[in-house]
């Protein structure tokens, strides 16, 4: 059997940009709320069981009629493992259920379509100079030194110096 090669290497930008199909405005906004109303709908689902599991372990703590109200309830470590992996398995759902809400939320509020998007704004975004110019670096450099100065650590050295060490 031939495996696919784990990380395939991103395209960078001197490379041929993918051809992406051009979405209409309502069919990008169609495709948005897409992910958000399914993460709306698996969110109401999840806390629909939720409750149900809850409401069903409160009914079975409840005495039965004819059993005496002194007597404590025992319940194994089998029985406590049980509900454990269930609360497990209900928190899981509900916090997937959840992240895919916020997925489509951000998806429609960042006006994103794809992952393809996202990548592209992101790298902007990171590729983007600075607004600091030289000045302030020095200032900021000098009022460190400063403090440095004043909890008593050394400042005379500079970094080369110390790995020769």
């Known amino acids: 059997m031939a495996y696919a090669p784990a990380m395939s290497p991103i395209p960078g930008p001197s490379s041929s940009p993918q051809t992406t199909p051009t979405l209409s405005p309502s069919q990008r906004k169609l495709k948005q709320l897409t992910l958000l109303f399914a993460g709306a ?6 806390v629909a069981v939720t409750r149900r599991a809850v409401i069903r372990r409160q009914v079975e703590s409840f005495p039965r009629f004819y059993s005496s109200n002194r007597a404590s309830i025992h319940i194994d470590s089998g029985e406590r493992s049980l509900m454990a992996v269930q609360a497990l398995g209900l928190a899981t759902l509900n916090v997937m259920s959840f992240g895919i809400l916020l997925t489509g939320g951000l998806s429609y509020s960042f006006d994103l ?37 004043k909890l008593g650590m050394r400042t005379d050295e500079k970094p080369d110096e110390s790995e020769k060490k």
């Open 41 to 46: 709908g698996f969110m109401a689902a999840s």
């Open 113 to 149: 379509c794809n992952l393809g998007e996202l990548r592209a704004r992101t790298q902007a975004a990171l590729r983007r100079p600075g607004n600091f110019s030289d000045e302030d670096e020095k200032e900021m450099e000098k009022m460190m030194g400063s403090i440095l100065d």
